[in-house]
């Protein structure tokens, strides 16, 4: 298993131990949302055709580097105030950031020091 998909697992773990043991914090009273660092990378789903990295892939080999299967993701980086980060970015990713029926996503989810 490569380390940024050990990582992964493993904040995957952390978030839910977060999330299970104090989604909330109390204080006087209030209820305060967390406040997590959130990652989320979009790709086209296997198969489908990538232009821009196809674009980017062939440039590269006529300078010379030995690229193949190059494909072109979108990365957004977001903080978040939420009790449920981990629904709430999910509904992000299908509601707008990525489309269903042609992209897959993964993220990454860490509360903000």
Known sequence: MGDDLRFFFFTHFFVK???KNSKFL????KVIAMR???TV?????????????RVIGNAL???GYAVEN???PKHFEFELESERPEEEVEEMCRRLLANPLIHS?????EPVS
């Open 61 to 63: 080999r006529n300078l």
């Open 26 to 29: 109390h204080f006087s009273d």
């Open 36 to 38: 997590w660092k959130v």
């Open 105 to 109: 996503w993964e993220y990454r989810i």
């Open 17 to 19: 131990i977060i999330l």
């Open 70 to 72: 190059l494909r072109v």
């Open 41 to 53: 990378i979009v790709r086209l789903k296997e198969g489908l055709n990538d232009p821009e990295g």
